[in-house]
């Protein structure tokens, strides 16, 4: 595809014997929120975790902006602004929510030991401008009032808050969400829908893994639908939702109800 | 080709001591997923226990054996159960923490109660056997023998019985075999127990050969832990076969290269292959 | 935190290098002040663990090994090859390094168990290795007769020289400071950030970006050069070496400081690193069962004050200044 950001190419991952994914092939366009759904187990996190190189595929390529990075290390991948969240909500739990967004950041991860040991005006200011930045972050992702609390201490919704703010400190170009309203209500549901069309407004791409179809129907412009690691259809909410496959595959009142 | 055959026999003694403590090691693993630092600790321990049997109490070899392979089972049951375990939902650094603290009382009791000097233990029988043209003492033939008949016998436990299989599913699966029934906390005690009473049979029957100290604990755990890193921890036949293998080479090199560095060649070959294959040969991915 | 608090830290932190200056004057006598020196090269060498460890969250069992091959580069750089301490310090310090670096490559890559494990391992067989090798280290008896620094000229004829226990004293002093600072300067900013990143999660912190291999292996370095620079200043003080300098042993009374003084804390190892050498001296009539103690101590702290005295204290004050700003 002439404009992708993220391309899968005949991706195959095998587990020993197990196939968790099976020749998908993909494609996500710059600007766009991209779902990918499925039951359980369907290879939906393996995606992620081959995407982000966190697992390397067993076959096939993925190439973004038309480069391979299948097969670099994790750190890599994430400098070339491809950023991600997990399923459980992984933050550094020990540190505050400023801490979390200042370790987020290129800043952080480029500051080197020389400068750090001799760093003088120079180092200072990029700490202040660190530090700032942290704060602006914790306003935009609503969690102004919480910024010195310890990560751990704060309820589900503003862990999922962080986890995304955490991941969206490094202003990457892509940003892969893995559930990111796992486990919190409806209302929070919405904030944090609201965060995500945020991030897309200002020029990020997403790429997000839901299961509540609602929400995926909402805010997408494309889906992947995949089912026991094999890539069921991939188009518009409505062109998958038409699909035989999926129809067939996904029965469920919550999936004919957002269709 | 006497010199061959000698270094052959001393290797797969030395192979079975290793093998017993690295078995032990791994089974601990198997189940607690924390490397037991203080293994060798308790190997030097079980030594000591059957060294007090016989010299103080007068006890006979095997008498002293039996007594200190059930001291050891009941001490490593009890070290499970009231050092370890409160540090269980901690990360795993805390464990090494607490072992490092036992090693330091264990180690210094015994050199208290003991001194520093070797200790002996005389060997039950000193008869001495002609095989193929060289001498063998018969304690060298009591460990090799007793180790492999003890390996037969752990190895039909675990497939047989039913607290071997429960500790075989407990270390596949902890929270499945939770599940299914199975008192895990208990079982993992009992493994620990099990790990530790096996690195006192090693002690024990090596003891007449290599005699005793506080510290001969410290280049056995170095490596046990080679030998089941490079086996893969927590597998069966990597500990036993990687322990017969690092003894004969040991023993190889110490004979015919160096006997003052053959410690360090070995670490060294841990090193090398950790770099490359960083689960060891046969590893489970833990 | 208020103007008001930086300014009573600033007090305290004043006080305290007032005191240590001036120890000497209140101190007198020369086996305390041997112990003061003691306590300064302890407190160096629990700086370089407490950095890995505390830090970077890693747990180097061969960290008193690192202190031994400093004792013995510089030694040997002094007796063997005649530089003079001045070249001898920074270049063992250099080979201390240098060695961590290869210890960490290829221990540090995969997660878990295995750098521990490997380094109990390098530990026990580094001491071996110095035990044996007579023709280089002197085997089990040492290594002795190794002479005071060279004394440092000064404008006007004058000069500082090194042979009183007083002036070892400062010589250490001066590093003391000098390593503070440099783990002070990392541990404030963004990359002590970074550090705690990879302590707290390898992989989130991956995620992020962080090359965490390449800082792991850097802090460790770093921390053996500590470890191998409290060596050096061992051996040119204490004049004599023995093998037991390079027993892992070490390793664990300076765990048990660390863990003591507060890990992961600056002042931690400085208060651990007093404090040990001076329980060495009180117990001494313990024998043997002094170590025992040690690890009783050990198991205690780490299941009742794992925090140690630092982090309780700091602790202590957070939750009593939360307490206030809440009111």
């Known amino acids: 595809m002439k404009d992708a950001l993220l391309e899968g190419r005949n991706i195959s991952k095998y587990f020993g014997g197990l196939q968790a994914i099976d020749d998908v092939s993909f494609a996500i366009r710059k600007g766009e929120i991209f779902s990918v759904i499925g039951p359980n187990g369907a290879g939906k996190t393996t995606l992620f975790n081959l995407i982000t190189a966190f697992l390397p595929p067993t076959r096939g390529e993925i190439l973004l902006k038309g480069e391979i990075i299948s097969g670099l290390k994790p750190y890599k991948v994430a400098r070339m602004s491809v ?18 967004l200042m370790i987020g950041q290129t800043a952080t991860r480029e500051m080197g030991i020389w400068q750090a040991l001799f760093g003088g005006r120079n180092k200072r200011s990029v700490e202040t401008k660190t530090l700032e930045r942290a704060h602006q972050l914790a306003e935009f992702l609503g969690l102004g009032r919480e910024k010195e609390t310890q990560a751990s201490l704060l309820p589900q919704r503003a862990q999922k808050q962080l986890s995304i703010g955490l991941a969206y400190a490094a202003s990457p170009e892509l940003l892969l969400l893995d559930e990111p309203a796992g486990g919190v209500n409806h209302e929070e549901v919405n904030i944090l829908i609201d965060l995500i069309t945020r991030i897309r407004d200002a020029g990020v791409t997403i790429c997000l893994i839901e299961h509540k179809m609602s929400v995926v129907m909402n805010i997408s412009d494309r889906i992947l639908a995949l089912n026991f690691g094999k890539k069921l259809a991939e188009g518009t909410p409505a062109e998958v939702c038409r699909n035989e496959e999926v129809i067939k595959s996904y ?9 | 080709m006497d010199l061959l055959l000698q270094t052959i026999i001393n290797g797969i003694m030395l192979g079975s001591v290793y093998a017993m403590v690295a078995l032990g090691l791994t089974l601990i693993f198997g189940i607690l997923e924390i490397p037991n630092f203080a293994h060798g600790a308790l190997y030097m321990l079980g030594a000591y226990v059957a060294f007090f049997c016989i010299s103080s109490m007068g006890a006979s070899y095997w008498f002293a054996l039996v007594i200190s392979i059930g001291v050891l089972f009941f001490v490593g049951m009890v070290i499970e159960r009231f050092i370890y375990r409160p540090f269980y939902n901690q990360p795993h650094i805390s464990s090494f923490i607490v072992a490092v603290g036992l090693i330091l009382i264990l180690e210094n009791g015994a050199l208290v109660l003991w001194g520093a000097d070797f200790r002996r233990i005389s060997p039950p ?28 016998a752990l190895h039909l436990f675990i497939k047989k019985t039913r607290l071997g299989y429960a500790i075989e599913a407990t270390s596949q699966n902890r929270d499945g075999a939770q599940l299914m029934g199975i008192n895990t906390g208990l079982v993992g005690q009992a493994t620990f127990g099990l790990g530790t009473a096996l690195a006192s049979v090693a002690a024990v029957l090596v003891a007449p050969i290599l005699l005793i100290s506080p510290v001969m604990g410290e280049s056995v755990i170095a490596m ?10 927590g597998s069966f036949i990597g500990a036993v076969l990687g322990g017969y293998i690092i003894g004969l080479l040991e023993t190889m090199i110490s004979t015919f290269v160096t006997s003052y560095y053959a410690e360090a060649l070995i670490f060294g070959v841990l090193v090398a292959v950790l770099a490359v294959k960083p689960t060891g040969l046969f590893g489970k991915e833990h | 935190m208020t103007v008001k608090n930086e300014n009573k830290k600033r007090l305290i932190y004043g006080f305290l290098i007032l005191m240590a200056v001036s120890a000497p004057l209140f101190i007198t006598g020369d086996y305390p002040r041997h112990i003061m020196v003691m306590c300064g090269i302890c407190v160096i060498s629990s700086m370089g663990l407490n950095l890995i460890l505390g830090y970077v ?26 530089f003079s301490f001045w070249v001898a310090l920074p270049v063992g310090c250099l080979i201390t390094a240098i060695l961590g670096f290869l210890t960490g490559l290829p221990t540090l890559q995969t997660k878990g168990h295995y750098f521990p494990i490997a380094t109990m391992c390098l530990g026990i067989s580094i001491y071996y290795v110095v035990a044996r090798w007579d023709a280089l280290t002197g085997g089990a008896s040492g290594l002795f007769g190794l002479p005071r620094p060279n004394p440092i000229p000064l404008p006007f004829g004058r000069e500082v020289a090194f042979e009183s226990t007083v002036s070892c004293y400062y010589l250490v002093l001066f590093f003391v400071f000098l390593t503070l600072l440099v783990i002070a300067r990392f541990t404030r900013s963004l990359v002590g950030k970074r550090l705690a990143a990879i302590r707290g999660n390898e992989n989130l912190a991956q995620s992020v970006g962080i090359n965490t291999m390449r800082d792991k292996v850097i802090f460790l370095s770093i921390s053996t050069l500590i470890a191998g620079l409290a060596g050096g200043l061992y051996a040119a003080y204490m004049g004599s070496l023995m093998a037991e300098q390079a027993h892992f042993l070490g390793s664990f009374e300076m765990l048990l400081n660390v863990m003591i003084g507060g890990v992961g804390t600056l002042a931690g190892p400085i208060i651990g690193g007093i404090l040990l050498p001076i329980l060495t001296e009180t117990l001494h009539f313990l024998g043997g069962l002094r170590l025992v103690v040690y690890g009783i101590l050990l198991i205690l702290i780490m299941g009742f004050l794992p925090q140690g005295i630092a982090g309780s204290l700091r602790l202590a004050t957070r939750y009593y200044e939360q307490r206030r700003t809440a009111k």
């Not at chain 1, 029965?251 to 269709?259: F, H, I, P, Q, S």
């Open chain 1, 251 to 259: 029965l469920g009142d919550e999936y004919a109800a957002a269709c």
């Open chain 2, 125 to 152: 029988s000193s008869s001495i056997f002609n095989i193929l043209g060289i001498t063998v003492t018969s304690q060298r033939l009591i460990v090799i023998g007793v180790v492999a008949l003890l390996i037969i």
């Open chain 3, 57 to 82: 969250g890693q747990l180097n069992l061969a960290h008193g090994t690192f202190f031994g091959i400093g004792a013995y580069a510089t030694a040997l750089l002094i007796q063997g090859l005649g």
């Open chain 1, 83 to 100: 950023a991600r969240t997990f399923q459980l909500t992984t933050l550094f739990e020990k540190n505050t929510v400023l801490e979390n």
């Open chain 2, 224 to 233: 046990a832990f080679v030998i089941i890193i490079l086996g893969g921890m």
